[in-house]
T-cell receptor
Framework: AQKITQTQPGMFVQEKEAVTLDCTYD???????LFWYKQPSSGEMIFLIY??????QNATEGRYSLNFQKARKSANLVISASQLGDSAMYFC??????????????FGPGTSLSVIP | EPEVTQTPSHQVTQMGQEVILRCVPI?????FYWYRQILGQKVEFLVS????????KSEIFDDQFSVERPDGSNFTLKIRSTKLEDSAMYFC???????????FGPGTRLTVT
């Protein structure tokens, strides 16, 4: 079974608008964390944001925020005020378990975001 | 800002040859990882490494693969006898002890012919 699902293979957004990229996950472990990474066409993987399962508040980093709905097992990424440089592939990923040495990260299939001027 | 570095950026090798991919993690990080991404596909976990030993590995990480931290700064992935299906982008990542965020290097594109 897929651990991480990203149902939007491709998305378009107008520059300066906000966009939400969907991510749902599957785990039975009460301790886990969700990541979002950005991969521009140049290929590098850029860490954007992290949310722990026990974190009380939704994570935010600048224009990025994570809409974490634990009961629905969703961890959507919201990008506010989109910029042309936001055009990239976005991966949702998850780690499971409480031990810091047990931290394999499983990636979703990704969503390709294109920002239109 | 400190970053993970990887060399070479692109390696071309013939099937059956051994390759060593090199990584220099961020200096105060103690947890190290290798991932791979076959072109157009998702990123796959290969192995995690802490305290000079493998802490976890995936089914992909078979006997053809090995990792080593030969000195205080480098972290290497060796593929003993490359196959065509090993062609992929290989990412090294590292993280600090008290944080779960893994920071990735720019990747090494391995092409097996």
């Amino acid at each position: 079974a897929q651990k991480i699902t990203q149902t939007q293979p491709g998305m378009f957004v107008q520059e300066k608008e906000a966009v939400t990229l969907d991510c749902t996950y599957d785990t039975s472990d009460p301790s886990y964390g969700l990541f979002w990474y950005k991969q521009p066409s140049s290929g590098e993987m850029i860490f954007l944001i992290y949310q722990g399962s026990y974190d009380q508040q939704n994570a935010t980093e600048g224009r990025y925020s994570l809409n974490f709905q634990k009961a629905r097992k969703s961890a959507n990424l919201v990008i506010s005020a989109s910029q042309l440089g936001d055009s990239a592939m976005y991966f949702c990923a998850m780690r499971e378990g409480w031990r810091t040495s047990y931290d394999k990260v499983i990636f979703g299939p990704g969503t390709s975001l294109s920002v239109i001027p | 800002e400190p970053e993970v570095t990887q060399t070479p950026s692109h390696q071309v090798t013939q099937m059956g040859q051994e390759v060593i991919l090199r990584c220099v993690p961020i200096s105060n990080h103690l947890y190290f990882y290798w991932y791979r991404q076959i072109l157009g596909q998702k990123v796959e976990f290969l192995v995690s490494f802490y305290n000079n030993e493998i802490s976890e590995k995936s089914e992909i990480f078979d006997d053809q693969f090995s990792v080593e931290r030969p000195d205080g700064s480098n972290f290497t992935l060796k593929i003993r006898s490359t196959k065509l299906e090993d062609s992929a982008m290989y990412f090294c990542a590292s993280r600090w002890t008290l944080s779960y965020e893994q920071y990735f290097g720019p990747g090494t594109r391995l092409t097996v012919t």
